[in-house]
């Protein structure tokens, strides 16, 4: 905050309240927020009235911190809880101070800003988008913990979806199973909601990537990726592998491999002074001989998050991104290659460590065949 | 679009998306768009490269008409898909038009804003924040035998969860089986995944309504919400139900019986030409004389959508909503008390007849007991 000239931060994304304060609730979808003062010594976290006793129970902040806004400031075409919010910050004499403000975070919408601006006028505002996002960047040890969990959990369902998935089963035959997996988790401790739900693209769909499920059923002929997430505690471990029901093409079995092999020369690549886009190189060095098209984007920073997405918003496995890799940096990665109207992937979630990477799970990188 | 002097519509929201063209992929994260233009056949899909595929294989749009973003826009601190979005609509001529952007909509950010102010300086910017959600008010018959399908989904995910509530089995293992359920569907159909993830507030958490599962184990004195929507081609049927383990206290069975005979008051109330705010009243009468404070939220449209929120954030069963209810209408009532640490919730989701309505789920009104 220091650095960006800020006073105030008022934080909107989920994930950074999670992380300032431990409020872990899905209340997202309403105006809520986690005011951070340059001089305070705690936040203050001021949402929907009925949520507040959601704060007491999941944050660490005292009570005094904690301050509900009438229900009748939401849902409203008249009122907006950033109208309460902003007269909050007047009261605390903090309005002619520079503010900063998460501009492209989901939940802070046009509106958002609007009423802010509005009720005020001699505050001024600075884009502190990802300025959180980017603390969160270097996993502590007990978020590494968390994500170990999390692979737990996305290796058990990977198994349990591969298991599933048959001619005449229905894909949310597979995804009920998977899901099961992940939410139960182990005998030790539960799973989270993923910030994104199991994907299953299947068929000519594996070429369309964040489609949903269906009721189709699997063919015996059939080809399909799953595209999951283990979370615990709202920390994230992504995984994907593709299956072929039946037999299947010499070119798409090259495919598959040269999709492992870029994945591993990325992999081997990452390590602490490495940049994030040396890294993207390697995958593309590795496959560019074998004259295969790729998008530059390979992976992204990951962590904890809510929905609608997983993606830590701020270091990115691809050309142009010079952040260089330190430990405890942890991203997903993953490789994906297309062939005509089918699509292959294989991903991994890892850590940078003291001298190269190592992956959460540890799950066979193949074309599945059934 | 007319009445509102909009010539350009820039739909943001991917439940209006989905509505006007069928688009579904869990895509809402990364900037997307239907631009419909009021003297054009069709609306234009604009999003991610990568998922333009997506977009061939959901929506009704012809080929021309999906527009594909390049990936280097997204992600990126330099450019934002807006700006594309923007070239675009100038390409077209019409950029000195009026035109709509749902300001207040998830996923409209004030950074999403700004960048289309900036590209399109000539342009004028009307807030159409829920012009396409109030056209989605009165359901039509294709959209209530959705429903239906989503309630019977709810109604055996309840079964479930209700049975499984036991002493010494964790939270997660009850929303396992419950996600299982919901996903998995019937013989006849599967279920899609809901805009809210269930919620199984319990114990002193039952205050706190929007908590998510933990590994807590229930205890043999405990107490808990299930706060449940089955979701069938994104359209909701909410349900939710309290259910004690092991006896109670008769003030809590107490509560519970009033609750039950507010909703009964409030669904009696709902028929057409009757008022959001009337429905609501109808609640507050029934509770107000045994002394029961309340907020005056009773409930909100619902229909379909896409997460963070399963609300249609147009009419709202609450003091002040002067909407008139018509046929096919649809409403998630929640009735909800609180006696200290607490709560019970008995709600449905009922669509307006023409004579009065009728609740989508056929479910016991009680509190359980286990």
Not at 105 to 131: H, V
Not at 165 to 179: K, L, Q, S, T
Not at 181 to 200: M, Q, R
Request: charged residues 25%; hydrophobic residues 35%.
């Amino acid at each position: 905050m220091q650095d960006n000239g800020i006073d105030v931060l008022l934080i909107t994304d989920p994930a950074n309240m999670y992380y300032l304060s431990g409020y872990d609730a899905w209340t997202f979808y309403v105006g809520q927020i986690l005011v951070v003062i340059i001089d305070e010594e705690e936040p203050m976290w001021i949402g929907r009235d009925q949520d507040a006793n959601g704060a007491h129970l999941t944050t660490w902040l005292d009570e005094k911190n904690i301050i509900p806004c009438p229900e009748h400031y939401y849902h409203s075409e008249m009122k907006h809880p950033m109208g309460f919010i902003a007269r909050l910050v007047h009261l605390l004499s903090k309005s002619n101070r520079p503010i900063g403000v998460e501009m492209d975070m989901y939940y802070f919408t046009a509106t958002t800003y609007a009423s802010l601006k509005k009720e005020l006028p001699n505050a001024t505002f600075k884009d502190a988008s990802t300025l959180v996002n980017w603390v969160r960047l270097i996993k502590s040890d007990q978020e590494i913990e968390y994500m170990k969990r999390a692979a737990q959990l996305v290796e058990n369902a990977m198994t349990t979806g591969l298991e599933k998935i048959n001619p005449g089963v229905r894909e949310c035959d597979v995804i009920a199973e998977v899901y099961h997996e992940l939410i139960s988790g182990t005998i030790d401790y539960g799973g989270d909601y993923p910030a994104v739900a199991p994907l299953i693209p299947s068929g000519k769909e594996t070429t369309a990537l964040h489609l949903t499920w269906t009721d189709r059923k699997f063919n015996s002929n059939d080809f399909a990726i799953l595209k999951l997430a283990g979370c615990y505690h709202r920390y994230h471990a992504p995984l994907s592998r593709t299956v072929s029901i039946g037999e299947t093409s010499a070119q798409i079995k090259d495919l598959a491999k040269l999709c492992v092999e870029g994945l591993h020369a990325a992999l081997e690549t990452a390590k602490p002074g490495v940049t994030c886009e040396e890294v993207e190189a390697a995958w593309r060095k590795a496959i560019e001989p074998r004259g295969v098209v790729k998008d530059s984007y390979l992976g992204y920073s990951i962590g904890a998050n809510y929905p609608p997405d997983w993606g830590g918003h701020t270091a990115n496995l691809r050309k142009g991104d010079p952040t260089v890799l330190q430990p405890n940096m942890t991203f997903h990665m993953i490789p994906r290659l297309w062939y005509g109207q089918l699509g292959i992937e294989v991903s991994e979630t890892f850590r940078v460590t003291e001298t190269g990477c190592e992956t959460f799970a540890d799950y066979e990188r193949k074309l599945f065949l059934k």
